[in-house]
């Protein structure tokens, strides 16, 4: 299964699209142009000020969802991607900027012996949300798609969701069977955590796809 392809098929121009860690912004280009009414959330500052530059038609949100509404601490990643032993990535503009895909709000673990050319030397204070706050102050009763990228927060996003999570279709996140980062869940709490509703839709190894099976969108 091709995710994209996935998500052209289930979305509509109207659809409500949630992604949370959008990073520089690549993905989101591609979703801009299918449905207008994308809701983002980034808290590092270096990818929002580059972010900001794409100058894209949706609501963004410098701050993080987590499951609290108030201030945690962020660990900034960064580092030169040429020292990695696997070698630069395929975009030009990731590997000639500082590593900032790894910033989380989980503190880092394995992570730095798998890939020890990824520091943490910095830790920052930044604004959280519990997307269930966020969608009563935004008056939204439905969401159709959430992309997740939260580098091991994923149990923290799933919380902040509370009652509202039943309100959401599908649901496109990563996870590891390593602990990444201290307190990250593998596949199995994710799913132990999202309960009986939701089921795997596709494994991507890395990534998973789950669909909520009581999702009614003509109750919603």
Avoid at 38 to 60: M, S, T, Y
Avoid at 70 to 92: A, C, Q, R
Avoid at 175 to 202: A, C, H, R
Wanted: proline share 3%.
């Amino acid at each position: 299964m091709n995710i994209y392809n996935f998500i052209k098929q289930h979305i509509k121009n109207d659809s409500v699209f949630f992604e949370i860690g959008t990073h520089f912004g690549f993905d989101t280009e591609k979703f801009t142009k299918l449905t207008q009414n994308i809701h983002c959330f980034e808290p590092d500052p270096r990818n929002i000020e580059i972010f900001k530059k794409l100058n894209l038609n949706v609501k963004f949100n410098e701050y993080a969802l987590s499951d609290m509404d108030g201030v945690s601490d962020f660990y900034l990643s960064s580092g030169n991607v040429y020292e990695s032993k696997y070698g630069p990535t395929d975009n030009n503009f990731v590997n000639n900027n500082d590593w900032s895909a790894s910033s989380s709000l989980m503190l880092p673990k394995n992570h730095i012996k798998k890939t020890p050319w990824v520091k943490f030397n910095n830790t920052i204070q930044i604004k959280t949300k519990k997307l269930e706050t966020y969608c009563l102050e935004n008056n939204i009763n439905k969401i159709d798609f959430v992309w997740m990228d939260v580098q091991g927060a994923e149990l923290n996003v799933i919380n902040g969701m509370g009652g509202f999570k039943q309100k959401i279709h599908y649901i496109y996140t990563e996870y590891s069977d390593e602990e990444l980062y201290t307190n990250q869940p593998n596949k199995n709490k994710i799913l132990e955590n999202m309960g009986d509703m939701w089921k795997v839709v596709f494994d991507f190894g890395g990534d998973i796809l789950l669909e909520n099976k009581n999702y009614l969108e003509k109750t919603i």
